[in-house]
């Protein structure tokens, strides 16, 4: 007869995100009712099993999650990655990770939390067929300046360089970059050079030959020649060695490398899109990015505003993730509601694009009318305004700078709440109160 | 850091070098971690270090000889088949190195307990003074005997 569930795991079935643990030795020991669901493999068939035969994601044949993870210290959020199923098919997933720890802060064992996102591909793909480019929401002048450089550069096989905050959607020009180009119908690679420890990055991106270090077993072609004839990018471009800088200079230079561990040149044509959320001129001061490296990439410059300097896009973004999330989570739900749009386009946005997608989603998964309400926004948003001095404490601390406001608009009330954000009915009581 | 879960990690990854240096670092301060021991014995026959390979082998068989011969090469994902294939069909007579006879000698009590004897029989002939690799063939052998005589 099968244990009984604890309440712990009854908790853990309950939730939408696939989940499994693993212990120290990589078994998975949990996996719940929503991985299930997205990998097609019953629990009784993986617990026990190695995770990396069960969770075959892409990273896992290059470096598994948790391990970079026991390697770096830092846990890995909202990772994109494709995951191959029981079928055989693959699913887009994305992914965090982290790692359990005992009491004295030794790793026990790890937990991967993931979600499918096939269906919200495929809602992307619906929503971007109407208004939007290749998925990029930006009606905005600069947005529509960078729309019409990627349709001008489309002939070209020039490299590009795509700076911005994290979150801005650098990954997606990209995107839009490779679909327009006369490579489209070719590989197109994506390296994400933060994710793998120095001395593994070159091995990634030019291969290595059996023998060059103590994990390299066999013959192993690196993502250049994975791309050859189509296009590579380059992720955080900013994070990789200066010594695999060097190597790179020299497949945009000549068209050639080596693998690690051997001598004999490899000639490839790959187009080479790369990008970085870290400001440039610092990254060439500190010496993280080499300067020549940076003018043969910097061909053509594409830089993508932060969400907060294209405010004009917020609303249309708002639509378009309500649109998708409320498909995704089968709700019905039209709009948002004025205050709560307002807040979000007062909002400065640390996490650009990306950290409004999350807002929403989690703000649709909440909603219980056609209208998303007010109080349905994140509380650490709503407390970035709450935290802002209410008209009422204005009253209460600060009656000389009420006065002084007052002087400065020569009494003229209506400015005077406009610049408080009040009502003139909330000002007129605030007067009064100052008079008791 | 290190960890024990990082040396099982490059130990899955076959990367015997960082997972060794790992399992050194959690048995220095966890010296009954019989789990990162027998692991750290593969790790060290494949990085050359044949004699420290020895020195733990020696204290877990004489500690446990089950611990290593219970292995269950899939559901461990032990090494041990793919290492001895490695070195191809060896037999314990031919005229090869101390180490490299010691090393298969080890490996096989992993996956295979006749053949990790014949060798160190083999070592013991050619080494008679050599003690400790008698006392690890006795254990072994008797351990064989025991086990045929229950199943018989």
Redesign the interface.
């Known amino acids: 007869m099968p244990e009984p569930k604890s309440s712990r795991d009854e908790i853990l079935d309950s939730i939408g995100e696939g989940l499994l643990t693993v212990d120290?030795?990589?078994k998975i020991n949990f996996f719940n009712r929503a991985a299930e669901e997205i990998t097609g493999y019953k629990r009784e068939e993986v617990l026990?099993q190695?995770c990396?035969y069960v969770f075959k994601c892409e990273l896992c044949e290059s470096k598994?999650p948790?391990?970079l993870i026991?390697?770096s210290?830092n846990p890995l959020y909202d990772f994109r990655s494709n995951i191959e199923i029981k079928d055989g098919s693959r699913k887009p997933i994305k992914l965090n990770a982290a790692?359990l720890k005992n009491e004295s802060d030794?790793?026990?064992?790890?937990v991967i939390s993931f979600r499918d996102l096939s269906e919200i591909e495929s809602i992307k793909k619906d929503v971007s067929s109407a208004g939007s480019y290749f998925g990029i929401i930006g009606h905005g002048k600069a947005m529509q300046d960078i729309f019409r450089l990627v349709q001008e550069i489309a002939d070209s096989d020039a490299p590009a360089l795509i700076q911005g905050e994290s979150g801005t959607g650098k990954e997606m020009i990209a995107n839009a970059i490779q679909v327009t180009s006369k490579r489209k119908d070719k590989n197109f690679v994506k390296v994400n050079c933060a994710v793998f420890p120095e001395t593994l990055l070159a091995s990634e991106l030019f291969g290595h030959v059996k023998g060059a270090f103590?994990?390299a077993?066999k013959d192993r072609p690196g993502r250049f020649e994975i791309a050859n004839e189509g296009t590579i990018f380059l992720d955080e471009i900013a994070e990789m060695p200066l010594q695999t800088q060097v190597q790179l200079l020299r497949v945009l230079q000549e068209g050639t490398f080596e693998r690690i561990g051997e001598s004999i040149p490899r000639v490839v044509d790959v187009r080479v899109l790369a990008a970085t959320n870290l400001k440039i001129n610092d990254a060439l001061k500190n010496g993280k990015l080499r300067e020549d490296l940076y003018y043969r990439l910097n061909v053509i410059p594409i830089v993508i505003p932060p969400l907060r300097e294209r405010t004009e896009d917020i609303p249309h973004l708002v639509n378009s993730f309500i649109k998708e999330y409320s498909k995704l989570y089968n709700k019905v739900i039209n709009d948002i509601d004025d205050r709560a749009l307002e807040i979000l386009m007062n909002y400065d946005w640390p996490g650009n694009v990306r950290e409004l997608e999350n807002v929403i989603e989690y703000m649709v998964v909440r909603a219980k009318n056609e209208s998303i309400q007010l109080e349905k926004l994140p509380a650490s948003i709503k407390s970035t305004f709450e935290t802002r001095k209410p008209a009422e404490e204005f009253k209460r601390e600060s009656p000389s700078e009420l006065l002084q406001l007052l002087k400065k608009h020569k009494w003229n009330k209506t400015k005077v709440a406009e610049e408080l954000g009040i009502g003139r009915t909330t000002l007129w009581r605030m007067l009064k109160n100052l008079e008791k | 850091m290190y960890s024990e879960m990082l040396g099982n990690k490059y130990f899955l990854a076959r990367n015997y070098e960082d997972a060794a240096v790992n399992f050194q670092h959690t048995i220095n301060s966890d010296p009954v971690n019989k789990s990162a021991r027998k692991k750290l014995i593969i790790c060290y026959t494949q990085i050359g270090q044949i004699q420290k390979a020895f020195e733990s082998f020696y204290q877990l068989v004489k500690e446990d000889l089950n611990f290593i011969i219970e292995t269950d090469p899939v559901a461990d994902d032990c090494p041990c088949v793919e290492l001895t294939d490695k070195y191809g069909n060896i037999l314990p007579y031919e005229n090869e190195s101390y180490d490299l006879k010691l090393m298969l000698a080890m490996l096989w009590l992993y996956c295979n307990a006749e053949k990790s004897l014949e060798f160190f029989k083999r070592i013991l002939i050619e080494n008679p003074n050599d003690n400790r690799i008698g006392e690890v063939a006795n254990i072994i052998e008797t351990k064989i005997r025991l086990t045929n005589k229950l199943t018989h």
């Open positions: 120290k030795n990589f026990n190695f990396k598994c948790i391990g026991l390697e210290g790692i030794q790793p026990i064992g790890g103590t994990d077993v």
